[in-house]
């Protein structure tokens, strides 16, 4: 019951965000971070009409598809943590969305393992915005190149970007890195027209006002709807 009223919570605040900048509500994407969490936790969030759910760890994300196949054949999995070349076909054929693609190397190997029975990939190249030696993505002024390599890739398809920014409750600060990344995304979008590029996401329970006011199309959202994480 805590999930379900959680969820209304959070679908609340956004609404009222997309109010306060002029946004339209749909413009907005709620992806539940299930990382650590079981099936149970999932299966209530589902059932208060949560669709979409995102997975940081390659073999827990793949055991709770394989739960789910059957029972929820309309659940969107997006794998949105560090991926090792090593794991890359476990989450060509098993997930809808990969979020942190930022090599060619990643790239080529989802393309090649996507299943040719599957709808391509969709797939968001991470930025590392605040440029953190600890985080994974590309510097801005990669982005182009790698989107070309994307761009004549059959299996995979390129809709946009992704981003952690550095924690900070500094709302100048946020906004700042928020906006460079809309921007990129504006940039992006006029480089390849031809493509169906229309997602950022940014913004997690800490700072999803200001991801949504800066331009955020997806907010991923964990402690906030499931509670503080297990890691034992």
Known sequence: MEIA???????KNIQLSCLNHHRDRD????LAVSKT?????????????????GENYVQEGVEK??????????????????????KTRLVAENFDWMQTLDR???????????PVNKAPLNVLIQINISDESSKSGIQPDEMITLAKF????????????????????NIVEQEQAFTAMNQLLIKLKQAFPEQQIDTLSMGMTDDMASAIKCGSTMV?????????????
Request: aromatic share 8%; glycine share 6%.
């Open 150 to 169: 994307i761009k004549n890739l059959p299996h995979l398809r390129l809709r946009g970007l992704m981003a952690i920014p550095a924690a900070t409750d």
């Open 65 to 86: 598809i394989e739960y789910f196949k059957t029972k929820h054949t309309d659940i969107e999995w997006h794998f949105i943590g560090p991926l090792q070349s090593n």
């Open 104 to 114: 060619n190397k990643i790239a080529s190997r989802l393309n090649e393992q996507r």
């Open 5 to 11: 009223k959680n969820l209304q919570n959070i679908h």
């Open 27 to 30: 413009s907005v994407k709620l």
């Open 37 to 53: 969490k079981p099936v149970e936790d999932i299966e209530t969030a589902y059932q208060a009409g949560q669709r979409a759910f």
């Open 220 to 232: 991923r959202i964990g402690t906030a709807i499931f509670g503080h994480r297990n890691y034992d």
